[in-house]
């Protein structure tokens, strides 16, 4: 049975570290827009490469800030890169990439795949190092996902609306008294029809989520409505 202090262990934020450093990026992100408003596109070219040897080269291969990119520092220069793409849509290297960006993606994950295997036994390479948030390779997979996946243009509305609440999929299913449940439920399923029970399954679990997070969204917009 659970416990009122085993709830509320679990509503509180400050437990996950993903919920908190997003929160401090929002409440950080006016002051991003602000001082990116009236600089120049070679001044924001310059800002991406500062913020690139700071996170990669003294985070990831230094350890000196940002050592594995879990954090808020990876977030704002994460926010950075958003904004520079976005104001490069109309320079001709977005072109170009924009127009193979799934294929280099694709291309680049088996590459760093097979490069991970190759090396993992080494001491300073082991897992999560190698996929860090920070790690040159996430970081340029993660870029050219973004470019492909920003140029979709997707009209279905059921689609639209299940994307809106991916997000609050992801919080929810990470609640930490809910993870033994999802476990325990995912092991019958697989045990019970193998691959087909497990795919059953989290398509389920994937409807049920969207659906609470799509009535958290609506709830929060009444809650804005009357506020404004």
Do not use: D
């Not at 929002?26 to 690139?52: A, D, G, R």
């Not at 230094?62 to 520092?73: P, T």
């Not at 170009?96 to 295997?117: K, R």
């Amino acid at each position: 049975m659970l416990k009122p202090l085993t709830i509320w262990n679990n509503c509180k934020f400050t437990h996950y570290w993903f919920i908190t450093h997003y929160l401090i990026l929002m409440l950080v992100s006016p002051i991003i827009e602000s001082s990116i408003k009236n600089i120049t596109y070679k001044e924001f070219s310059f800002w991406i490469i500062i913020l690139l040897v700071i996170n990669i080269f003294f985070g990831y291969y230094l350890y000196v800030v940002n050592e594995n990119g879990y954090n808020y520092v990876n977030f704002i220069m994460l926010y950075y890169i958003g904004r520079y793409i976005h104001v490069s849509k109309e320079k001709g290297w977005y072109r170009t990439i924009s127009c193979y960006s799934l294929p280099i993606s694709i291309i680049s994950c088996i590459l760093f795949s097979i490069i991970y295997i190759i090396i993992s036994n080494h001491v300073w390479i082991k897992g999560i190092r190698f996929w860090g948030y920070n790690s040159p390779w996430v970081l340029l997979s993660s870029v050219l996902n973004f470019i492909f996946i920003s140029n979709l243009r997707i009209s279905n509305k059921w689609i639209n609306t299940v994307a809106q609440g991916t997000f609050g999929i992801y919080l929810l299913q990470g609640v930490g008294v809910f993870i033994p449940i999802r476990n325990s439920y995912a092991i019958m399923s697989y045990n019970e029809l193998g691959l087909l029970g497990l795919f059953l399954y989290s398509s389920f679990l994937f409807l049920i989520l969207a659906t609470i997070s799509q009535l958290i969204n609506k709830c929060t917009q009444i809650i804005y409505k009357k506020i404004k």
